[in-house]
């Protein structure tokens, strides 16, 4: 495999284990650190995804804002059909403030990353 081969496999992963990770209902002993662990996500996310492809990162954290708000949409949608056929919701609901969290991570993944680069580029 390439090079390009093994990070398209790499990216393929980590997004069907993302999305599997955000469709399932979240353990009761983290409910009260939910926004908390979406800010953390979206953080390490913007910041694995831009190491792994250096030349896209504005689409990456355009792609990772959007999937914020697709996966919230997911998540009502497919409540809505679970409470139709099994009686009950079986994950999360769809919450703005998780969208706003979702950013917060993002937005600090960003500036850390360019600082980093920035004071790396300087001192070394």
Avoid at 19 to 29: Q, S
Avoid at 74 to 82: E, H, K, L, V
Wanted: charged share 15%.
């Amino acid at each position: 495999m390439k090079n390009n081969q093994y990070k398209n496999l790499i990216i393929i992963i980590f997004a069907f284990l993302v999305i599997f990770g955000f469709m399932i209902k979240l353990p009761k002993i983290f409910y009260h650190f939910d926004k908390e662990l979406h800010s953390l996500f979206y953080f390490g996310a913007f910041i694995f995804l831009a190491l792994l492809i250096p030349n896209k990162r504005f689409l990456v954290s355009i792609v990772l804002f959007l999937f914020g708000i697709f996966i919230e949409i997911a998540q009502d949608f497919s409540n809505r059909i679970s409470l139709k056929y099994i009686g009950k919701v079986i994950h999360g609901r769809f919450d703005i403030v998780d969208i706003k969290f979702n950013c917060i991570g993002l937005i600090l993944g960003i500036v850390i990353f360019y600082f980093s680069k920035y004071f790396i580029n300087k001192y070394s």
